[in-house]
């Protein structure tokens, strides 16, 4: 499965109605990220949002406070950035240094505007299987699925870590589309569990965990893992040779799933400027 291909698909569909925004409403959607102290990860991610969002028609700005900025400091940041009518989206880059609490951090960001999907708010709201802005990786998931014309309805999805930016809420769009989910942990069976699964979507960062001997033949995979080998190598959460043997679809990584994220963060920040950006002029 390419997830590049899906990606730029993505993308191009955001950019026609970004063009169309600012011609009919003059309006242009606006992203700020802010990514705080040097960790080089983040810093090679952030770069991939700031190009996609050029590429789409975004205005973005990128802020950089450094390591030492304090929570308080960075909480008036944010405060500014859900003030200023410019911005439509908001996304701070994790992992937040060790001295701010990332759940604080996120719940300030104006859930209009928390494109990332984050906020207690729209978490809740997914949940409670209400419209909400959808964590971006797993909302890609649901994306690359419906491109193969995969439909979860009825089949055995098994999703393989339970973080609150990934598992959690791809159980839930799966559990929407009516797929029967299973949520695996440390404390699971994982092979008895990954040989069921029609579906599988793996997500825990420990490279290569599931064999390509436990796949059930014409699965799909979909691996989220990025895992860099000694040797600079990535690799996904999934043995991927193997498994691509037996699976009809897999992701790849790279290429896979990471740039979906990216894609699905602009269609997040489109969709913000279009629903909050579109203030109506009251005569
Ligand atoms: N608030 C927040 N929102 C995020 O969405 C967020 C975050 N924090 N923190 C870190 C993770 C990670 N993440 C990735 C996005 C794209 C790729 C991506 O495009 N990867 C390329 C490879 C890039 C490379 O070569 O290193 C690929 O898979 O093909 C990877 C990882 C977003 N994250």
């Given at each position: 499965m390419d997830g590049k291909a899906v990606a730029a698909r993505v993308r191009a569909e955001v950019k026609a109605e970004v063009d169309r925004l600012k011609l009919e409403h003059g309006l242009t959607p606006g992203l700020a990220v802010v990514r705080v102290g040097e960790d080089p990860a983040s810093k090679v991610y952030v770069n991939g949002k700031k190009k996609a969002a050029e590429e789409v028609g975004f205005r973005s700005w990128e802020l950089h406070p450094d390591e030492g900025i304090t929570q308080a400091a960075l909480l008036e940041l944010i405060h500014q950035l859900n003030a200023?009518?410019?911005?439509h989206g908001i996304l701070v880059q994790?992992?937040?240094?060790?001295?701010?609490?990332p759940d604080v951090i996120i719940s300030a960001v104006k859930p209009e505007k928390d494109v990332d999907g984050f906020h207690p708010l729209n978490a809740g709201n997914l949940l409670l299987g209400r419209s909400t802005t959808r964590a971006c990786t797993p909302y890609g998931v649901m994306r690359l699925l419906e491109e193969i014309g995969c439909?979860?309805?009825g089949k055995r999805a098994v999703v393989v870590g339970r973080s609150n930016i990934v598992g959690k809420p791809m159980a839930l769009m799966l559990l929407q589309k009516n797929a029967t989910v299973t949520i695996c942990h440390s404390k699971s069976d994982l092979r008895r569990e990954v040989e069921g699964a029609d579906i599988l979507v793996v997500a825990v960062g420990?490279?290569?965990?599931?064999?390509?001997?436990w796949i059930k033949p014409g699965a799909v995979v979909i691996d989220v893992g990025m895992n860099r080998k000694p040797d600079g190598k990535l690799v996904g959460d999934v043995e991927f040779a193997a498994s691509a043997e037996r699976a009809s679809f897999i992701t790849p990584v790279?290429?896979?799933?990471g740039p979906m994220t990216i894609a699905m963060l602009m269609r997040n920040t489109l969709d913000a400027a279009v629903r909050y950006g579109l203030v109506p002029v009251v005569k």
């Open positions: 200023d009518p410019a911005v994790l992992p937040l240094p060790r001295h701010i609490d439909d979860p309805a420990v490279a290569e965990l599931v064999k390509g001997a790279p290429g896979g799933v």
